[in-house]
């Protein structure tokens, strides 16, 4: 019986690396399959939409109104999160964008818990949690570091329009996690609605470019939309098998791969001290996450 229950531990830890390998891969494919930020979120989306329309068959949705309503109104949120998400990686890379979206993300979804929800209710929790903040925003600020090389010019042009862009994707993606704790759904119950929302914001922010959408961008980062519901997907699952601490805590690791692959694969230019101090600010950023976890035990 203890081997079993080994094995049946493992499997599900296991299944809660998949989302950090997806989602921490995720940006790099996006930005190897080109395209403006309209392309990606619309082929994305695209690609959201046909692994739910799959998952569908097997786990049927929630067509209660008031569910696919908040469903919908959860995708487009996620909308604008992940189109801003997709300008900033586009403006200040992603080896910047992601350590500090992840940051302010969890800092974030940190502080409304706190606020709204009450969820630090113990002096254990408080203690934890507030540590757990110190060594986020210490890692966004290690990551965010710049140095005395760039211009004046670069440093209030590129860096402040991505950090920006970083803030409203933040924004975005908070208002999309809310939303559903806020009315306590099941996110299989929503998977459909949400994705139709996700295609409908998508068509809004491509409303501009609507004539240029149709092309192999488009299509090349369908498959950005599979890794995505693939990776929710397994979230689900590793929350069931884990629970929320430690499925949450491991989806942070994701952070690391993509900021690494932005250095490595796409090949980011760094100083070796802009690359030590991301490297720490990566580090700090998932322990800060692991302890956010210990505090919804």
């Given at each position: ?37 309209a ?13 739910s ?12 109104p ?63 949690g ?6 986020i ?6 990551t ?100 929320v ?6 989806s ?19 100083t ?26």
């Open positions: 019986m203890d081997f079993f229950r080994r094995v049946y531990d493992l499997n599900g830890l296991l299944i809660a690396l998949i989302p950090a390998l997806l989602w921490g891969t995720l940006p790099l494919v996006c930005m190897k399959n080109g395209g403006k930020p392309h990606q979120v619309f082929g994305m989306t695209i690609g959201a939409l046909l692994f329309l799959f998952v569908s068959f097997i786990y049927p949705p929630d067509f209660d008031k569910v696919m309503m908040i469903g919908f109104i959860s995708g487009l949120f996620w909308t604008i999160g992940q189109f801003y998400q997709f300008a900033s990686m586009q403006t200040i890379g992603v080896s910047k964008t992601m350590p500090f979206s992840t940051g302010t993300q969890l800092a974030g979804a940190a502080l409304f818990g706190v606020i709204i929800f009450k969820e630090w209710d113990t002096s254990f929790k408080l203690t934890i507030f540590l757990a903040l110190l060594l925003i210490t890692g966004v600020l290690f965010s570091y710049e140095g005395k090389a760039r211009s004046n010019r670069q440093q209030n042009g590129h860096l402040f329009r991505g950090i920006g862009y970083v803030f409203l994707s933040t924004l975005g993606y908070l208002a999309y996690l809310l939303i559903i704790r806020y009315f306590n759904l099941n996110g299989w119950s929503i998977i459909l609605s949400q994705s139709v929302g996700m295609i409908v914001g998508s068509l809004v922010f491509s409303a501009r470019t609507i004539k240029e959408i149709a092309s192999k961008y488009t299509f090349r980062n369908i498959t950005s939309g599979l890794m995505w519901g693939g990776g929710n997907i397994a979230l689900l699952i590793a929350t069931k098998l884990e629970g601490a430690t499925s949450f805590s491991m942070q690791i994701g952070t690391v791969l993509s900021t690494l692959g932005g250095i490595f694969l796409l090949h980011e230019k760094k070796r001290k802009q690359f030590v101090l991301i490297l720490i600010g990566c580090l700090l950023i998932t322990v800060g996450g692991i302890f956010l976890g210990m505090t919804k035990r």
